[in-house]
C-alpha cells in the first residue's frame, strides 16, 4: 500500500531539513505562509522556523531524523520521531519528539510537539527550537 500524500510530505520535510546543503527556500515550500509551530510551549512562525533551521546549520556538524512511529489520516499526522545531532566538537545530542502535524493544500501548516532528551546536556533542550 502506498503512503498516504501527508507521510509523503513529512518524510521529505525531514530529508530536507535535515540536508545542510538543501536551500532554506526548499525547506520553506514545505510550509505554508502561516506556519506555526508550537515546540514545548514556545510558539514559532515560519519566519522563527527557517531562522531556527539556519542556526542549527551553523551550529551542528549534522542532524539525523529517524521516524519510529507516524500515523496519517487525511490531513494530519502524527510522529514519535528522534533528532540525533552531532555538534563540529563531536558531542551528540539525542532528542525524543512526539509531534501533531497538520496539513493544508499539501503543504504543512501547524507542528505542536513535545521534546525529551535523551542524550546530552542542559542546553540541547533548546535544540527544538534554537534561533
Known amino acids: 500500500m502506498a503512503a498516504p500524500a501527508s507521510e509523503q510530505i513529512i518524510r ?3 530529508t530536507t531539513f535535515t540536508d ?31 531562522t531556527h ?11 539525523e531524523i529517524t521516524i519510529e512511529r507516524i500515523i496519517c489520516q487525511e490531513d494530519m499526522a502524527a ?3 528522534v533528532a540525533r545531532a552531532t555538534r563540529p566538537s563531536g558531542h551528540i545530542s ?18 505542536d510537539e513535545l ?5 546530552g546536556n542542559g542546553e540541547d533542550k533548546t535544540l527544538g527550537s534554537l534561533q
Open 20 to 50: 545542510f546543503s538543501t536551500s532554506l527556500d526548499q525547506l520553506k515550500a514545505f510550509l505554508t505562509s502561516d506556519y506555526q509551530q508550537i515546540v514545548d510551549g514556545r510558539t514559532l512562525t515560519r519566519d522563527d522556523f527557517l
Open 94 to 111: 539525542t532528542i525524543r519528539v512526539i509531534a501533531f502535524f497538520q496539513l493544508r493544500e499539501g503543504r504543512i501548516a501547524l507542528v
Open 79 to 81: 510522529t514519535v520521531h
Open 12 to 14: 521529505q520535510m525531514f
Open 115 to 119: 521534546t525529551h532528551v535523551l542524550e
Open 53 to 63: 533551521a539556519q542556526a542549527l546549520r551553523e551550529a551542528l556538524q549534522s542532524l
